[in-house]
């Protein structure tokens, strides 16, 4: 029984990670170095909660029961579509970009519109939970 507790928490840490990188760590990336968004930095502490709580939630659901599991991983989820949906939309206007580009008197303008993007990661976040939970409930019939 102990072990079996142990290995579930390995297991809920792992996930926590990963759903860390996936939803915090790489759209955060994604935007300040290969994009170029200026985004308001973000604090140590704050890092740490938003980690802490993706372990906590996937810890959880791997320690409950698989009905009760099934609300952790949905708000696992949920947390994570949240974040991303905050760090596009509180650091761009609307889900765009503007850059002003001046040499002398030329001056070049250009747009980055982001919305179609982050339609598609909410879409995909959306499929991916509901396919956890789908899997969560036919393992819990089993």
Do not use: C
Not at 51 to 57: D, E, K, S, T
Not at 87 to 95: K, N, Q, S
């Amino acid at each position: 029984m102990l072990k079996k507790i142990v290995l579930n928490v390995i297991l809920g840490v792992i996930r926590g990670f990963v759903e860390y990188l996936v939803y915090f760590r790489i759209p955060l990336l994604i935007l300040t170095d290969y994009l170029k968004v200026p985004v308001t930095p973000v604090k140590p502490l704050e890092v740490a909660v938003i980690f802490g709580v993706f372990v906590a939630l996937n810890t959880t659901s791997s320690n409950v029961k698989p009905q009760i599991g099934i609300v952790f991983d949905a708000l696992s989820s949920l947390l994570g579509l949240l974040i991303v949906l905050e760090l596009v939309f509180g650091t761009m206007e609307a889900g765009r970009v503007e850059v002003v580009h001046r040499a002398g008197e030329l001056q070049v303008r250009g747009e980055l519109v982001f919305r179609p993007l982050v339609i598609l990661l909410v879409g995909f976040a959306v499929l991916f939970t509901i396919v956890r939970l789908y899997e969560k409930i036919v393992h819990s019939e089993e």
